[in-house]
């Protein structure tokens, strides 16, 4: 069954760090790149930090470069979002998801559920 599953949201306080893991199930990883979006409420969703499908480059956002980083293991199934430095702007559902090819552009064909990340100030 093609699934992700994300982990390793929690509570944190400004300043502080945080690793996300994305936990992937059938054929919907290795060869895909994927996206790591968050959603806070009242606001659209948005990618936060593109990994490519070999997990040899990543692409952040404006609002968290410098701070987070991606990797990604088509070995493991697993990819991971490396969030340091955290502001209370970056409270909010953390989500991986992988795309129909090797690009990110467009929109990911696979969601996980959300992971909730707060930072406190």
């Known amino acids: 069954q093609a699934q992700l599953v994300e982990s390793g949201g929690g509570l944190v306080q400004a300043g502080e760090s945080l690793r996300l893991s994305c936990a992937a199930s059938?054929?919907?990883?290795?060869?895909?790149?994927m996206g790591w979006f968050r959603q806070a409420p009242g606001k659209e969703r948005e990618l936060v930090l593109a990994i490519s499908w070999d997990g040899g480059d990543y692409w952040p956002a404006d609002s968290v470069k410098g701070r987070f980083t991606g990797s990604k293991d088509n070995a493991k199934n697993m990819a991971y979002l490396q969030m340091n430095n955290l502001k209370p702007e970056d409270t909010a559902v953390y989500y991986c998801?992988?795309?129909?090819?090797?690009?990110?552009?467009?929109?990911?064909?696979?969601w996980g559920q959300g992971t909730q990340v707060t930072v406190s100030s």
């Open positions: 059938g054929n919907i990883f290795s060869g895909y790149a």
């Open positions: 998801s992988t795309y129909a090819g090797s690009s990110w552009f467009g929109t990911p064909r696979y």
